[in-house]
């Protein structure tokens, strides 16, 4: 199995599980994403080592959008399975929000899932997270405070690649979620399917956020 094939398939599992949920509450899903609707791109995006701004855009489009015709709303969600979200992601989803679209991240990490409006998204401090690191282990930080593995000196990055090959090498941050701790879904831990998770069995109020 090729790297981009593992991290590809705890997320497309969680994904279904997301849409299969959203769609049992009355909300038409509706899917988006390279992944999902062209495979092939999706594996030429995910190879781009220094993709322009279209193609990062394209690459991370959120997974679908949800649409309700009596309510005559929709809203964009994209389901994540970890403890760490990458920028380019981070500003795809901000760019689909805009100034006034709903955008929703469905979070999967341990026996927890946080639906989160992209506009509530919190990081830990990423020089603490750094600094807590192994020295040779310190990656770089960018000027926007993302956590940066490519501005290494390319033999170093190189080295990390090698000993990481299901990394991606992009820039990232890790989520604070105690401090999204009001958007976990409550109801008990997370066996196998977000069902699990829901706020009293219901697709979570996105009427807010």
Known sequence: MRPFDARLGPHEEWAQEVFAHIEA??????????ERVAPDVSKVL?????????????????????IHTGKEQAWFFDAKVGRSIE???YEAYM??????????????????????????????????VV???????RMPIDDEEWIAPRL???????????????????????????AMEAY????????STVSHAGVGGRVPDVGAG
């Open 25 to 34: 509450h009355g909300w038409q899903v509706v899917p988006l994403g390279a």
């Open 46 to 66: 995910s190879a781009m080592q220094n993709p322009d701004a279209t193609a990062r855009f394209v690459r991370y489009m959120p997974d679908g959008f949800a």
């Open 87 to 89: 920028k380019d992601a």
């Open 95 to 128: 760019a689909f929000a805009g100034d006034e679209r709903r955008v929703y991240v469905c979070i999967r990490w341990q026996l927890a899932v946080y639906w989160v409006s992209v506009r509530n998204i919190a990081f830990l401090d990423s020089r603490e």
């Open 131 to 137: 600094g807590g690191f192994r020295e040779d282990h």
């Open 152 to 178: 290494w000196p390319r033999a170093k990055y190189l080295r990390w690649k090698l000993s990481h090959p299901g990394a991606s090498g992009t820039a990232f941050r890790y989520l604070d979620f105690a």
């Open 184 to 191: 976990r879904w409550k109801g008990g831990p997370v066996v």
